[in-house]
Each structure stands twice: as structure tokens, then as C-alpha cells.
């Protein structure tokens, strides 16, 4: 993943990169893929978790929560976490606020690598998104109404406004790092009281642990500056990645990635359509996914409104079936057989005429058809337009 990301900065790619936060699937220069990558190369089983539910509190010996808010974690996932550290042997948890945005630092990277050639319209856009991504502070979500206490878990200082670089590193976990190349973002830090203390910056506390009971561990790092997707593009802070990691312990060990905003719940399986279009690839397939299912539905759904009347179909009409038989005919220009066939026919519908208009055939235009009844006239005059030469009548179909 980081040589994906590593060769887009170095393409110079346009100002649209994924920054989806906290997931461990995905592109996202803020995901969580690297250093679930890398707990997997160190031996442990990886997987992740949408809720915080029986299962993943019998199956997972390490929690790693990248917090969709800044602080302490919410009152009810806080004590949902202290219950499964004390109930197991030797779990742990890594619990990392949300108080970073690899975005700023992935456009620094970019512009770091950009084609000496690049024209000065790439370039510029370029700084445009770097420039717009600084303002990630104020985009960071609520606080939750209820937090766990600083007794139960921790506190945070006052916001560095605007988000300053450390200068300094201190430490267990500072040493042997040149902080001007580590380059580490810090806007809240920790505050310190029974904690132990992992790492400092300017000399404020950034990573601090300490043990709920006597074989749990809790690790709280400030914020993902060196643990994000984007973030770890820096070679300078891959070391602090591999430190987290090797806190973890001993593998293999089963680590479940809490992800999504809302954990806590009964529901098991995996998250929800809606969950999904915020995970890359996988919102474009579900928003796709999504439409159709919409379409669908429409497409299925009763029509309100008054319904169209049935169009006739002349069942109550005897002589519907000889004019449409009549008009097939005279689309064929078939014009003799279809005089012969409404002869035959008035004869058998008017057989009292019979005798008065022996061949009732009658002479017109090709193509057209005489009247389905007979004309009127005087008593004993011919009919008219009737041919005069007589000629034995066909045997009439009424007599059979």
C-alpha cells in the first residue's frame, strides 16, 4: 500500500486523492492499512470489526481503535473496553484519537516529488489542495456528549492552534530519531499523571500506557501522524509504527481493527450498504448497487391514480369479425375473393333477401367493400349496382 501511494505522489496525480479516516481496506491515505499490514508481517491474525459484540470480545487478544473523534473515547465504548481487558489474560488495547489528517502531508510529499517539467497549472493545482487541506482542524467531528473520565482513561491539554511541528523528540520511544526529518504534527497533547510515558514532543506527552489490571495493557497515542497510510510515506516515522507494533506483543496474536463510527450494538456481520459507501473501493459498488435496488423498486411499485379504461374489442359486434377480415383482405388487394366472401356471408345473414338478389355480388373500386347490409328499394324492383346475368345461387350456409 505505501508503494501505491509512494508511486502517486511521484506521478504528480491530480488533486482528488481518497481521505476516508480510520478503515483498515481501502486507498485511503487516511486509513489504517499500513500498520495492519504490518502487525501481519509480524505473524499476528488481523481482522476487522464494525461492532463491539460477544464475538470480538471472545475472539480478539488486542484492539486497535482509530477513533472517529478527537479525545477520550465515548462514556459506553470506554467501559465496554475496560470490561474486556479485565475479563481475558494479557489483552491490550491501542486506542489512537482522531487529531490528525495525513492529507497535508500527502500534497508536501507531491509537490516533494513533482517533475522539475511539471507545467505551472499542475503545480498549481497541487498547492491549491495542499492549501486547502490545512484547514482539516476545523472539519474534525463533535466531541461525544458523554466521555469516559480522565480517572478511568485520560485527558488531553489545550489545542495547539495552528498545529505545530515538533522540534524536539523525548522519550523511550524519541531516541535515535532526528526530529527535523520525523517532521511530527502535534495539535492536542496528552496530559500525564500514573501513566508511563512512551514518547514526548517539545516535551509533551504523545504516547502514554498503563495497566488496567495486572496483565492488561492500555496503549493512547496522541494522534496517527505516524501510524496513517499517508503519514507513513515519511521513512522517518516508520520506526515509531514498528514500536507500536512491537508493543503488541509476542505473535501470533489475534488483533480485531474497531472501525466505523457507531460500535456498540448486537448486530453481527458485516456492516451495513450505508456503512459501506464511505469504504474504498467499495462505496462506488455499493452506491451503484444502491441505485439500481432504488430503480427496481420503483419499477415494481402499484401506479396511483384513476386506472385507463380497456380499449373495446367489439366481442358484442357480429360483423367485427368479417370488416377485419375484409380489411386484410383489401391490404393483400385481394378485392374479387373478398366481394365473394361478403356475398356468401350476406346471404347467410340475410337469408330472406335471397330470392330477390340471386348474386349479390357488387361491382366497386378495387380495394373497397360494399355496405354489410343491403340497400332498400321499392317492393319487387332490383337492387342496385346488381348484376343482371343470373346465376345459380350457392347453397347458403343457414340451410345446412
Known amino acids: ?69 478527537p479525545g477520550p473515547p465515548e462514556k459506553k465504548e470506554a467501559a465496554w473496553y475496560t470490561d474486556w481487558l479485565t475479563e481475558g489474560e494479557g489483552r491490550c488495547a491501542i486506542y489512537v484519537p482522531r487529531d490528525y489528517d495525513a492529507e497535508p502531508d500527502y500534497w508536501d510529499e507531491v509537490l516533494e516529488h513533482l517533475d522539475k517539467g511539471a507545467d505551472a497549472e499542475t503545480r498549481g493545482r497541487v498547492e491549491d489542495a495542499r492549501t486547502e487541506a490545512r484547514d482539516w482542524v476545523e472539519k474534525l467531528p463533535r466531541l461525544p456528549k458523554e466521555r469516559a473520565t480522565p480517572e478511568d482513561w485520560f485527558a488531553v491539554t489545550e489545542p495547539s492552534t495552528p498545529p505545530a511541528v515538533c522540534k524536539t523528540l523525548g522519550g523511550p520511544w524519541g531516541e535515535d530519531l532526528d526530529p527535523g526529518r520525523v517532521a511530527l504534527p502535534r495539535h492536542e497533547a496528552l496530559k500525564v499523571e500514573w501513566e508511563t510515558l512512551l514518547l514526548k514532543g517539545d516535551g509533551l506527552p504523545l504516547a502514554i500506557q498503563w495497566h488496567p489490571s495486572d ?51 448486537g448486530r453481527r456481520g458485516p456492516p451495513s450498504v450505508f456503512e459501506l459507501l464511505r469504504v474504498a473501493p467499495f462505496g462506488g459498488v455499493a452506491a451503484q448497487l444502491l441505485a439500481l435496488g432504488l430503480a427496481a423498486c420503483m ?81 319487387g324492383s332490383p337492387e342496385p349496382h346488381a348484376i343482371r346475368t343470373p346465376v345459380s345461387p350457392p347453397e347458403s350456409p343457414a340451410h345446412e
Open 215 to 265: 496483565d492488561a495493557r492500555v496503549l493512547v497515542v496522541a494522534n496517527g501522524s505516524f501510524l496513517l497510510n499517508g503519514a507513513l510515506l515519511n521513512r522517518a516515522r516508520r520506526p515509531l509504527a514498528e514500536r507500536v507494533a512491537d508493543w503488541v506483543g509476542d505473535p501470533p496474536r489475534r488483533v480485531a481493527f474497531v472501525e466505523g463510527g457507531r460500535v456498540l450494538g
Open 299 to 379: 419499477a415494481r411499485a402499484p401506479r396511483l391514480g384513476r386506472p385507463r379504461p380497456e380499449a373495446p374489442t367489439d366481442e358484442d359486434r357480429p360483423a367485427a369479425h368479417p370488416e377485419a377480415l375484409g380489411a386484410l383482405l383489401a391490404k393483400t388487394r385481394q378485392a374479387a375473393d373478398a366481394r365473394a366472401i361478403l356475398d356468401t356471408y350476406r346471404r347467410w345473414r340475410y337469408p330472406s333477401a335471397a330470392h330477390r338478389a340471386p348474386n349479390a355480388a357488387v361491382d366497386r373500386a378495387p380495394g373497397s367493400f360494399p355496405p354489410s347490409r343491403p340497400p332498400a328499394g321499392p317492393p
Open 1 to 69: 500500500m505505501l508503494l501505491a501511494l509512494g508511486v502517486g505522489a511521484q506521478s504528480g496525480c491530480s488533486p482528488g486523492v481518497e481521505t476516508t479516516y480510520g478503515f483498515s481496506r481501502g486507498e485511503s491515505i487516511n486509513g489504517t492499512g499500513a500498520f495492519a499490514e504490518l502487525l501481519r508481517a509480524r505473524g499476528h491474525i488481523v481482522r476487522s470489526a464494525y461492532r463491539l459484540n460477544d464475538e470480538v470480545k471472545g475472539w480478539a487478544d488486542v484492539i486497535v481503535r482509530f477513533a472517529p473523534s
